[in-house]
């Protein structure tokens, strides 16, 4: 089972011929309501894909809340752990231009309100797997991946937005999650994209990272390997991390191998760029084994195990 325990949002979606520019004002026709935050977009991705999915975080008591818990009921994910909160709900407002190139500003809200004691205690034991972002408080964040290590479940870090980490905050992550900048911000520095993952690796932790355009790698104790992006006209790139995530968690919590689980949520983030919509546009399992020949098997980096 794959328990995720994050951020869900309200997003206002507007669609504009170009991005705005420090001071400048840019007009559209309108704008329409879709559903995000990152946990719960991943938590979304993951149960579209057939993993069984439960949700652990907090909506406002606005008119918000009952839209998005029932978002997540409709995209087969478990709600028992989403509780109410005095704040309202979180919520994002999202530029999106004709190229499919974004900027996003979130109002935490009740996000900020998620707690330890959310997290059932009984689900956290080998055979599941906890997921986690960085858009609830990180200490909650840390303390849970620590709380389910030592129950003997698989832990999974996105750590995004970017954020630095006290040191040895990510000794309970068996799988840290993470994109270039996202990587440089823990490292405190850029490099070679094999030399990073490398770097954020550990004798007991995975690091995959992301490239975007030029698709992913993985460098852990089970070896290292990269993969491509899926080739798509994007339409929308908003959810295309998230959609990599919950896929990734997927495929890992339902017994595929790690290139097989990264390869597989590589094409589940190109073809979320292909609609409009962080939730809209994830693809269901079938979508992603149709095209997963495109990609060819995962690409073994020998220089890059061990280091």
Not at 66 to 83: D, H, K
Request: net charge negative.
């Amino acid at each position: 089972m794959l328990l995720v325990l994050g951020s869900i949002n309200a997003d206002l979606v507007f669609e504009v011929e170009a991005l705005p520019k420090p001071g400048e004002t840019v007009l559209c026709p309108g704008w329409r309501l879709a559903h995000g935050g990152k946990g719960a977009n991943q938590a979304a991705a993951a149960a579209k894909l057939g993993a069984r999915v439960r949700f652990f975080g907090r909506v406002g008591l606005d008119p918000w809340g009952p839209v998005l818990r029932r978002g997540l009921e409709e995209a087969g994910v478990e709600v028992g752990g989403l509780a109410s909160s005095p704040r309202p709900s979180g919520t994002a407002v999202i530029a999106v231009d004709r190229a499919g190139e974004n900027q996003i500003l979130v109002a935490s809200g009740a996000n900020l309100d998620v707690s330890l004691d959310q997290l059932d205690d009984a689900m956290l034991r080998p055979g599941t797997t906890l997921l986690c972002q960085n858009e609830i408080p990180l200490p909650v964040t840390l303390a849970a991946l620590e709380r389910a290590r030592a129950a003997g479940a698989r832990t999974i870090l996105n750590l995004a937005p970017a954020a630095a980490v006290p040191p040895g905050a990510l000794e309970p992550v068996d799988l840290l999650l993470v994109n270039e900048h996202e990587a440089a911000a823990l490292l405190g520095r850029e490099c070679e994209p094999e030399a990073t993952a490398a770097a954020l690796a550990g004798p007991r932790r995975t690091c995959v990272l992301t490239l975007g355009r030029a698709g992913a790698l993985a460098v852990g104790p089970e070896g290292a390997w990269r993969v491509p992006a899926l080739t798509v006209r994007p339409v929308d790139t908003t959810g295309a991390g998230d959609a990599f995530a919950g896929a990734l968690a997927a495929f890992l919590d339902l017994g595929l191998s790690l290139p097989d689980a990264l390869a597989r949520a590589s094409v589940a983030a190109g073809l979320t760029c292909e609609r409009l919509g962080a939730r809209e546009g994830q693809p269901d399992r079938a979508a992603v084994e149709a095209r997963l020949a495109e990609l060819g098997p995962p690409v073994p980096i020998t220089a890059a195990r061990g280091s």
